[in-house]
Antibody
Framework: EVQVVESGGDMVQPGGSLRVSCAVSGFSLSSYAMSWVRQAPGKGLEWVSTSGGVDDTYYADSVRGRFTVSRDNSKNTVYLQMNSLRVEDTALYYC??????????????WGQGTLVTVSS | EIVLTQSPATLSLSPGERATLSCRAGQSVGSYLAWYQQKPGQAPRLLIYDASNRATGIPARFSGSGSGTDFTLTISSLEPEDFAVYYCQHRSHWWTFGQGTKVEIK
């Protein structure tokens, strides 16, 4: 059974840092690209970052330069390091695996999310 | 960045009725479009990918159509568990979502 489990969400002050984790089981992380998608309270979905490997990472404009995604394939875990946090980064952060179709890549297996709150 | 616009924002229907949800792209996205369902307190779930292909385990009452700039998600006969928010999504340089359509019980 495939499982995706996020952890590490917390309340931090503006300007602070936080690292959230995403542990997967039921498949080998080394074979899949993984993404972070966030959802602010009562709002829609926003793509944050994708990691296909060490030199294959992508970031939304809103987080580029502040967030860093990394992965430890031996631990089947993906990390999102968030620095210089802003109030507008407050959201539920989902981790999702990417499914590659004939034409594109879509978010397939999702975790239940971890809540990051940025507030003074 | 390609903007995806969903309509209507809210759709009020009764169980058993047909639901038709629209997603319009600001420029052609070919057939590279997906639909997700999100129920309250749950993570999104992939329903349709490449515009018209159902993901594994998705009931046949869900169907997707369209290409280019205009796409439709149709639920042929609403079941009680189908009342949720639906998002369309596309990937060009990066991934973008529509703002969502809420299907609520009338």
């Amino acid at each position: 059974e495939v499982q995706v489990v996020e952890s590490g969400g917390d309340m931090v002050q503006p300007g602070g840092s936080l690292r959230v984790s995403c542990a997967v089981s039921g498949f080998s992380l080394s074979s899949y690209a993984m993404s972070w998608v966030r959802q602010a309270p009562g709002k829609g979905l926003e793509w944050v970052s994708t990691s296909g490997g060490v030199d294959d990472t992508y970031y939304a404009d809103s987080v580029r330069g502040r967030f860093t995604v990394s992965r430890d394939n031996s631990k089947n875990t993906v990390y999102l390091q968030m620095n210089s946090l802003r109030v507008e980064d407050t959201a539920l952060y989902y981790c999702a695996s990417l499914y590659t179709s004939a034409h594109s890549k879509y978010f397939y297996y999702w975790g239940q999310g971890t809540l990051v709150t940025v507030s003074s | 960045e390609i903007v995806l616009t969903q309509s209507p924002a809210t759709l009020s229907l009764s169980p058993g009725e047909r639901a038709t949800l629209s997603c319009r792209a600001g420029q052609s996205v070919g057939s590279y479009l997906a639909w997700y369902q999100q129920k309250p307190g749950q993570a999104p779930r992939l329903l349709i990918y490449d515009a018209s292909n159902r993901a594994t385990g998705i009931p046949a009452r869900f169907s997707g159509s369209g290409s280019g700039t205009d796409f439709t998600l149709t639920i042929s006969s609403l079941e009680p568990e189908d009342f949720a928010v639906y998002y369309c999504q596309h990937r060009s340089h990066w991934w973008t979502f529509g703002q969502g359509t809420k299907v609520e019980i009338k």
